[in-house]
């Protein structure tokens, strides 16, 4: 493998990783499951503080998402991989900006 293609892997797994522990934080401070309806309240506050927790946290509430909608829907196979395509996607993009932001702070070495 070529150190690229593990940075990749590294980017996505960490962009997972960290949606999925904003995800559980968000729940254990208000006990509430985050879900994207919190940006139909209309303009407010609320709404406004929603975005960067679901921007960060949408691969994980897109992944959740889709395998209760697989379960309890039956969803066909074509939606269930395009949507893990895009969750995926996300979270290596996602997992880039933490691993720059990681390399920038001297965390990390490239």
């Known amino acids: 493998m070529t150190p690229e293609s593990v940075q ?23 006990t509430r499951l985050p879900s994207f309806s919190q940006l139909s309240t209309g303009p407010g506050v609320a ?40 969750a995926g996607f996300w979270s290596l993009m996602s997992g880039l900006v933490l691993v720059m932001t990681l390399q920038a702070c001297g965390f990390t070495y490239a």
């Open 47 to 86: 709404a406004l503080a929603a975005v960067p927790l679901l921007i960060v946290s949408a691969p994980f509430l897109i992944m959740r998402n889709t395998i209760l909608g697989r379960r309890q829907e039956g969803r066909r196979f074509e939606f269930v991989f395009l949507a893990t395509l895009i």
């Open 8 to 30: 990749m892997l590294f980017a996505l797994s960490l962009g997972f990783a960290f949606a999925g522990m904003c995800s559980s934080a968000y729940r254990v401070f208000t």
